[in-house]
């Protein structure tokens, strides 16, 4: 049933919904066309053409295309047919826009992004286009690029080119361009938040009168608004619940009258609700200057260096807040770690982790894991979202304090400073050339504290300390992640032990 809405003179709005039951499987087009669509050249048909298809098990959907009837444009200007699904579902397809060869007119085509250019040298005038609009799927070998699924949707559509000159103007603030050369906007929100959208128009006469033609799906708690005066049209929608995640399309042309010829470009208004999510975290910073770690590997430290890394998070709602950011219970912090107090600046926090490791951390490995959460919406609980990493302090490696000699070193690991400087032969001046000395080219040097022992089968704790003289206690000392094992309990074939041998202690 078609419900009129107002009409301008050469144009008519109104909306039809039209159900249908199928009588059993198999492939249906549906055809619906409107007379009449008003032009220089007289009236033009506008068609709308949708094939569906009941004859698969999971069956598919014809995309939903947003264009007007009539668009207008200069030579080498562009419009775009936006594709979705008939009810918004998000991400729901990969489409395919084409123009058959059939129906080719000289100086348009069509990309894979759906956008409709016509050339610099097209001549003025009215030129009626068709465009189909295929779903793809990419089931079998022969579909890695996409085949057809035979569920389509075509639009016959009319395009005037006008030529260079005055048009109103649209725009949108916080949004991302869509597509490249093409007005078009992409409008990203979250549920369990405001959604509203101001749309600016800008005269080209301070006293002209705007006519707006448009073309939507949007869900019915998205409300539109016009403001004639200011020349602002407002799209709005309180707070979309959980559960109401949806894509929508607000296509749009103004004319100003009575300047007829002065109308401008379609935009469309690409706008994605997408469920809220607890925040993200961003790649750790190390805090010396050094570059960030790389994703997925252990954060290194060495024993006596102090280092700091950042932990990031960022709620992708901007009007969302992050309310924490803490180390998880389960994972504690290493021994002589800080965790600073965490910075919160509205949808983003960061928190700062500072470690300087003892003697006896050497060859540690710990994770860290860390817990996130933003505001409560008023349908759901809190989000909450962890990340771990894994932590390790290299075994056998010692840098050097300010002032420290080697005398000072040997005794933090309990030996002396000539077999310290046995474990060092690129060190020729043991009384000089350690700790920061600024008239010294080796400045807090990094030292080896010890031998690394790749353990063999059957190695265990003890075994490998009486096979280098060495009490098990003191083995422990030089390797932290021996902690907690028992003296027999077997060593991981091919890990590293670091050893300092003590031959008067060998039977």
Not at 372 to 377: I, K, L
Request: hydrophobic share 40%; glycine share 8%; with cysteine.
């Amino acid at each position: 049933m078609m419900e009129p809405g107002e009409q301008y003179g050469d144009w008519i709005e109104g909306t039809s919904e039209v159900k249908n039951t199928y009588d059993g499987p198999g492939t249906y087009v549906a055809t619906f066309s409107g007379c009449c669509v008003a032009d220089a050249n007289g009236q033009v048909d506008f068609l709308l053409e949708t094939t569906v298809e009941l004859d698969k098990a999971e069956p598919a959907f014809s995309p939903s295309l947003m264009v007007l009837p009539v668009v207008y444009f200069s030579p080498g200007g562009s419009v775009t047919i936006p594709a979705l699904h008939p009810r918004g579902l998000l991400d729901a397809g990969t489409y395919r826009w084409e123009i058959p060869t059939a129906r080719t007119i000289p100086g348009f085509n069509v990309d894979s992004m759906g956008i409709v250019r016509a050339a610099g040298n097209v001549q003025h005038g009215t030129y009626h286009l068709y465009v189909e609009v295929s779903l793809l799927h990419y089931e079998g070998d022969d579909c890695t690029g996409g085949c057809l699924t035979g569920a389509t949707s075509s639009v016959f559509f009319t395009v005037v080119i006008l030529s260079p000159g005055l048009s109103p103007t649209l725009t949108t603030e916080d949004a991302d361009s869509d597509y490249s050369s093409s007005p078009d906007k992409i409008l990203i929100f979250r549920t369990g938040f405001p959604l509203h959208i101001d749309l600016n128009i800008h005269r080209t006469h301070a006293n002209s009168t705007l006519l707006l033609r448009t073309s939507s799906l949007l869900p019915r708690p998205l409300s539109v608004s016009f403001d004639q005066p200011a020349g602002v049209v407002s799209l709005g929608w309180d707070k979309p619940c959980v559960g109401e995640a949806v894509e929508a399309v607000y296509c749009i042309t103004v004319m100003e009258l009575p300047h007829t010829l002065n109308v401008s470009s379609q935009m469309c208004l690409r706008i994605r609700v997408l469920e809220d999510e607890a925040p993200a975290f961003k790649e750790l910073q190390w805090l010396d200057g050094e570059a960030g770690p790389v994703p997925g590997e252990p954060l290194t430290w060495i024993m006596g260096r102090e280092r700091s890394f950042s932990v990031n998070v960022e709620d992708e709602a901007d009007m969302d807040k992050v309310l924490s950011l803490d180390l998880s219970p389960d994972t504690p912090l290493p021994a002589g770690a800080d965790l600073l107090p965490t910075q919160f600046m509205g949808n983003t926090a960061h928190r700062v982790l500072k470690w300087l490791p003892l003697q006896t951390a050497g060859g540690g490995s710990y994770e860290l894991c860390f817990i996130t959460s933003d505001t409560p919406g008023v349908t759901y609980d809190r989000a909450g979202w962890a990340r771990a990493r894994a932590v390790r302090v290299l075994a056998c490696r010692y840098a050097v304090r300010p002032q420290e000699s080697m005398s000072d070193v040997a005794a933090r690991f309990n030996t002396d400073w000539v077999q310290l400087w046995a474990l060092n032969p690129d060190i020729t001046s043991p009384d000089s050339q350690l700790g920061y000395r600024p008239d010294l080219h080796a400045r807090g040097a990094v030292v080896n504290t010890g031998h690394l022992y790749t353990a063999g089968s059957g190695d265990s704790v003890a075994a490998v300390a009486y096979k280098f003289g060495m009490t098990v206690k003191y083995l422990v000392n030089l390797n932290a992640n021996f902690r907690g094992m028992r003296d027999k309990d077997p060593l991981q074939e091919g890990s590293e032990v670091c050893i300092l041998p003590n031959s008067c202690l060998r039977d």
